[in-house]
């Protein structure tokens, strides 16, 4: 009898962005967020959805798996939690007593919860959560041996941990602990700016160009003691998360120049100044880190994951700064990742299989991970919305699509599996023309449902990266920030550089606008052909027939809302903004020739839209 295929079961939840990943003898078959299928976003809760897509995207049953693995350790994050608490009492008794029914509930009970949900008596194993960041950072990439540093806010102590990863081994050297952490460094800003932690870090990083870094010497006197190896201690003095409800303590408020800006009030050129100030901090530890774990581990190539290696600008500078001579990071760097990590981490680890890196390629699969529908699925919807479309050859789409593209019509774009990781890649999200000026704000405001100050992201083919942007790297995962080229660049006037905010942006500054920040820098998708022919091959078509092998691509859903995974959300967004097109499986649809959408309920309170 054949050997039958060791499944393993990867879990995240309970902290932030719940997700499952799928691993069959060692190769990913399966990874999703929960987010996609509760559509709530970075749901945290029990992956329900997530699970259930895992296994019957495998074929499997719970009682098929080898073994399920939780991507960390409960009782040790209880013993920091506890801990914390004696530290800082009688300070901190509130935050304390409301984190507590959710412990005694849910968290301290994980194993019998997982197995309760799965109907599953087999073995349950636990990673270290930093263990399940590196796993993720080193086991999928291209490398054979590398160093692992991985950054984010708190796991069980560790913010930070750095080491080795060869073959199938994996060697933690160092940790930082908690409360030092890079991770609430940055959320503690993005409080402070009046954004959501934990989820709108991305937001600070897309702010910092329009300011200037005039508070990097305060912070470095006030906020944090940083070494020359990128190790650091907060001043807790300044941060209220240990005992606290907040992240930031009236300390810090003082600093800055009064209390944190309210949400969604307006925002000034004080926290573009922090923002930016934050940013060049941020970077230094990064790059002081990525020293400091090239010197102790002797590696030529480093990877990374943990929330904070989400910070593509900090990765760009990496890169471009050395000293490592190559970089990979895993693109569900987040929490969601560490489903796929744990998952891995038993596999190679615990179970000690070989592995031999696959060179050039990494191993995620383009992170194309999660659902795919059938034309006959999405058909089917398409009727029950009596949507009226049309079918397009294969061959066809890409010049069809290129040509939609060039007269600047904004496409909802649904094709393949559906992303593992917070962006979109090109199998759920919305294209549109990077030439055009106009395309900024009107997808902003009659798509996203957002006045932004963020460009958006551009898709580039892989070949022509080096024709477009000062990069000469693959960077698949839209996690690599780098500067426009020269030749495309457009000088601003004095005038035009005195602009301020939304105003500065919609200032032409290259001939890519639509995808160009302020600072004259991009968050680039390179697209090569055998991760997504259809994409690719659309790319293509939009360059012969233009000369720009350049589109935007930014993610399928409105604000509030977790990018679309089904062909019914899809739809449904479709209608819902002013997108003209929708091309989904074989099928595109004209938003002039659809049918009124009948809602139920008010789908903008949903999404907190107002
Ligand atoms: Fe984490």
Redesign the pocket.
């Known amino acids: 009898m054949a050997n039958r295929p060791t499944y393993i079961l990867g879990i995240s939840c309970f902290y932030h962005d719940a997700a499952a990943a799928l691993v069959r003898d060692g190769i990913i078959i399966a990874a999703a967020q929960e987010e996609r299928f509760s559509r709530k976003k970075h749901d945290f809760g029990f992956p329900a959805g997530a699970v259930e897509f895992c296994l019957r995207h495998g074929g499997i049953t719970a009682s098929d798996l080898a073994v399920v693995v939780f991507y960390d350790k409960p009782l040790l994050k209880f013993e920091r939690i506890l801990e914390t608490y004696l530290a800082y009492a009688p300070r901190g008794l509130r935050s304390f007593l409301m984190a507590m029914p959710l412990w005694l509930k849910e968290k301290l009970w994980i194993p019998s919860l997982i197995r309760e949900a799965l109907a599953y008596d087999g073995p349950l194993l636990f990673t270290e ?1 930093h263990e399940a ?1 590196a796993a993720s950072a080193f086991f999928p990439s291209p490398f054979q041996r590398a160093a692992i540093l991985t950054m ?2 708190v ?1 069980e102590w560790a913010t930070t941990s750095y080491g080795t990863g060869e073959g199938n081994r994996i060697t933690l050297l160092g940790e930082l602990h908690f409360p030092h952490s890079p991770g609430l460094l940055y959320s503690a800003f993005t409080y402070f700016t009046g954004f959501k932690v934990n989820s709108a870090e991305y937001k600070v990083m897309g702010l910092a160009p329009f300011g200037e870094p005039k508070h990097v010497n305060t912070i470095y006197e006030h906020l944090i003691d940083l070494k020359e190896d990128g190790s650091f201690k907060m001043n807790m003095e300044y941060f209220d998360y240990c005992a606290g409800l907040t992240m930031t303590g009236p300390g810090f408020a003082e600093l800055f120049g009064g209390p944190p800006r309210q949400p969604e009030s307006p925002l000034t050129q004080r926290e573009m100044d922090l923002a930016c100030s934050l940013q060049v901090v941020t970077e230094e530890i990064m790059l002081r880190m990525a020293r400091h774990v090239h010197r102790e581990t002797g590696e030529k190539q480093l990877v990374l994951a ?2 904070v290696a989400l910070n593509c600008v900090g990765n760009g500078r990496i890169l471009r700064e050395g000293p490592f001579d190559d970089l990979w990071i895993q693109p569900a760097a ?2 969601a990742g ?1 489903a796929l990590g744990a998952a891995l981490f038993a596999w190679y680890s615990y179970y000690d299989n070989p592995r031999t890196a696959p060179g050039g390629k990494d191993a995620q699969q383009a992170s194309f991970l999660g659902p795919e529908f059938s034309d006959n699925e999405i058909e089917e919807i398409l009727k029950k919305y009596d949507a009226v479309y049309r079918r397009i050859d294969r061959q066809e789409m890409p010049a069809h699509v290129a040509g939609l593209i060039a007269a600047e019509k904004v496409i909802g774009w649904f094709q393949g599996r559906m992303e593992f990781g917070p962006r979109a890649l090109g199998a759920r999200s919305i294209i549109g023309d990077a030439r055009s000026p106009a395309m900024q704000s009107v997808m902003n405001l009659k798509i996203k449902f957002r006045e932004s100050f963020r460009p958006f992201a551009p898709s580039v083919l892989a070949e022509k990266v080096s024709t477009c942007f000062a990069l000469d790297h693959a960077s698949p995962y839209m996690l690599l920030v780098a500067p426009v080229r020269h030749e495309l660049q457009i000088p601003m006037t004095g005038e035009q550089d005195r602009l301020f905010g939304i105003d500065k942006l919609n200032v032409a500054r290259s001939t890519i606008p639509a995808v160009t920040h302020v600072d004259y820098s991009a968050r680039i998708q390179t697209v090569e052909r055998e991760d997504h022919p259809l994409y690719y091959d659309t790319i293509k078509a939009f360059e012969e027939r233009t000369g720009c092998p350049v589109i935007i691509n930014t993610s399928f859903n409105v604000r509030g809302e977790p990018i679309v995974c089904r062909p019914e959300e899809a739809y449904r967004c479709f209608m819902r903004t002013e997108m003209d097109y929708l091309v989904i499986g074989s099928f595109v649809l004209n938003k002039a020739e659809q049918p009124s959408l009948k809602e139920e309920g008010d789908w903008k309170k949903e999404f907190a839209l107002d």
Request: aromatic share 0%; proline share 0%.
């Open positions: 959560h960041h984010d806010g796991g943990g929330g987040g929490d560490g």
